[in-house]
């Protein structure tokens, strides 16, 4: 397996770094594979000065190992948007994996060192949105701002948070192709995709922003159980069940738990059926009460009110 190395930084400098160490051509903003290394190609759109967009969509004929080093400062920050089903396999300094097969989201800074194992012979659709720190203060965090979420931004420590993509994320990201959207469209959906995702995060107790580091073997029982839930819309699994069914202790399983995914696993459960309720309407392919009984509900008005305080609307207003 090739293994190349880079930091976090703008496309433009990441092109550089990456063309010495891997076969491919540079033409204005696309970043394109030779044949020996694949097919597919990035690229990327400044929307301002230390905002920027890339977008990657490539299948690699060999494994490929990306480390992206630990730089000292967090002049540099990232928001991975993983589109495919492929599994791509992170390991942190510590020899902590997530697999984002699930895990769809990865926000991280540029002092936190990443392993990125990238499969062969695998499509790979990658949305990216990049900014500076002198972005984020000069547009959207005062320096005696007191959240701790934005402080988190302003401090040099590593840090990864992890969200998956809900109706929401869905809805905007559906709608961006660099190549189709416009300039005005990409960077109102691009503020829209960050207001969302800090809106998402600030949800999280601030004491717990800064994640632990989580074995593979736990993340991967976590995975396991979410699935459940996932599958089991009908009914709620109780949290004793999904602990012995990840072999942890009721305690370890409920803190890991809202750890990676931000919530309880009962929240998640009720805000999954909200997403799936949502996806299926979206589709038109069942009616609001099929919907409701899909998901769990026999009775109409309690299925009509717990969409409305999910989403905000009624199921007969889903578009």
């Known amino acids: 397996m090739n293994t190349i190395h880079h930091q976090l930084m703008p496309p433009k400098l990441l092109y550089e770094t990456l063309h010495k160490q891997i076969p491919s051509y540079i033409k204005n903003n696309y970043f394109i594979f030779d044949k020996k290394l694949g097919k597919g190609k990035f690229e990327y759109i400044n929307l301002q000065e230390g905002l920027w967009v890339l977008q990657m969509n490539f299948e690699l004929n060999e494994p490929l190992k990306l480390i992206r080093e630990a730089s000292e400062t967090n002049n540099y920050f990232a928001i991975n948007f993983y589109l495919s089903s492929s599994e791509i396999i992170y390991e942190n300094k510590d020899s902590a994996k997530l697999g984002l097969n699930n895990v769809s989201i990865l926000l991280n800074a540029a002092t936190a060192e990443i392993k990125m194992e990238i499969p062969a012979h695998t499509p790979i659709k990658i949305m990216n949105i990049g900014f500076t720190r002198q972005w984020l203060k000069k547009s959207l965090i005062e320096e005696k701002n007191t959240d701790k979420l934005e402080q988190l931004f302003l401090s040099d420590k590593p840090f990864y948070l992890s969200e998956?993509?809900?109706?929401?994320?869905?809805?905007?990201?559906?709608?961006?192709?660099?190549?189709?959207?416009?300039?005005l469209k990409l960077f109102s959906s691009t503020l829209q995709l960050l207001d969302y995702m800090v809106v998402k995060l600030n949800k999280r107790e601030h004491?717990?922003?800064?994640?632990?580091?989580?074995?593979?073997?736990?993340?991967?029982?976590?995975?396991?159980?979410?699935?459940n839930i996932d599958e089991q819309l009908d009914e709620s699994i109780p949290v004793e069940t999904l602990a012995t069914q990840a072999g942890m202790s009721l305690s370890k399983y409920k803190r890991l738990f809202k750890q990676v995914f931000g919530t309880t696993p009962y929240q998640y459960y009720l805000n999954n059926r909200m997403e799936k309720a949502m996806d299926l309407l979206v589709h038109r392919e069942h009616s609001v009460t099929e919907v409701g009984f899909l998901?769990?509900?026999?009775?109409?008005?309690?299925?009509?009110?717990?969409?409305?305080?999910h989403h905000g609307i009624l199921p007969s207003e889903v578009k």
């Open 295 to 309: 998901i769990g509900y026999t009775n109409l008005s309690q299925f009509t009110k717990a969409f409305k305080m």
């Open 164 to 183: 998956s993509l809900d109706y929401n994320f869905k809805n905007i990201l559906n709608d961006l192709d660099l190549e189709k959207t416009s300039k």
């Open 207 to 227: 004491e717990n922003v800064i994640p632990e580091n989580i074995h593979y073997h736990d993340f991967q029982e976590l995975m396991k159980t979410r699935n």
